[in-house]
């Protein structure tokens, strides 16, 4: 099993829809939590940052963590063109990894369009 | 308050040149990394470096060497390029290991 896992998509929905991305891990060691936004020839950009399980909210944007059952989510409301990219979580154990190496361990992303 | 800066933006190389690839964070950050992208790859560490002074090999490190010139700056040198390492490199940096990655726009390599 791939430490984490996410649906590459694509996903194309009409504009104004709730979007729903997921991302499943298997590292129960894993506390920080990320989603990051890349547009087509940029760099990854960090869209929401969270630690442990539970909901934040920015804006359009909400974020998921259930680590009982290692499942992340990001819901995108009333969704805009602008959205349109590929959504990428991240997720490490941080200062728990233990040693000296730092592990973010990231998903494939997922494309998104979403047609005006 | 630039972030992450790469150069160069695009390179095309003939298999066995050498080249490096610049990064400069103006962020005052502890650790920078070097990723690579490839489609239906995702992301994949090359090397890090914790702190100054110091810098580990990640997940596909061979045929690469990096330097950490100072705190700024993180170099990405590819001593005799092969068509294997066509691809879109990226730069990251972070304050610790508690605060999330923000990353350069990349560079883009072709190697013929």
């Known amino acids: 099993q791939k430490e984490v896992e996410q649906d590459p998509g694509p996903l194309s929905v009409p504009e104004g829809a709730i979007v729903s991305l997921n991302c499943t891990y298997s590292?129960?060691?894993?506390?920080?939590f990320m989603w990051y936004r890349q547009y087509s020839r940029k760099g990854p950009e960090l869209l929401m940052y969270?630690?442990?399980?539970g909901n934040k909210e920015d804006g359009r944007f909400t974020a998921q963590v259930d680590k009982s059952s290692k499942y992340i989510s990001l819901f995108i409301r009333d969704s805009q063109p602008s959205d349109s990219a590929t959504y990428l979580c991240?997720?490490?154990?941080?200062?728990?990894?233990?040693?000296?190496?730092?592990?973010?361990?990231f998903g494939k992303g997922t494309l998104l369009t979403v047609n005006p | 308050n630039a972030g992450v800066t790469q150069t160069p933006k695009f390179q095309v190389l003939k298999t066995g040149q050498s080249m490096t690839l610049q990064c400069a964070q103006d962020?005052?950050?502890?650790?920078m990394y070097w990723y690579r992208q490839d489609p239906g790859m995702g992301l994949r560490l090359i090397y890090y470096?914790?702190?100054?002074?110091?810098?580990d090999k990640g997940e596909v490190p061979n045929g690469y060497n990096v330097s950490r010139l100072n705190k700024r700056e993180f170099s990405l040198r590819l001593e005799s390029a092969a068509p294997s390492q066509t691809s879109v490199y990226f730069c990251?940096?972070?304050?610790?290991?508690?605060?999330?990655?923000?990353f350069g726009n990349g560079t883009r390599l072709t190697v013929t």
């Open positions: 991240a997720m490490s154990g941080g200062a728990y990894s233990g040693g000296s190496n730092y592990k973010l361990t």
């Open positions: 590292n129960s060691a894993f506390q920080y």
């Open positions: 969270t630690y442990s399980s």
């Open positions: 962020m005052n950050h502890n650790s």
């Open positions: 470096s914790a702190s100054e002074g110091t810098t």
């Open positions: 990251a940096s972070h304050r610790d290991r508690d605060s999330p990655l923000h």
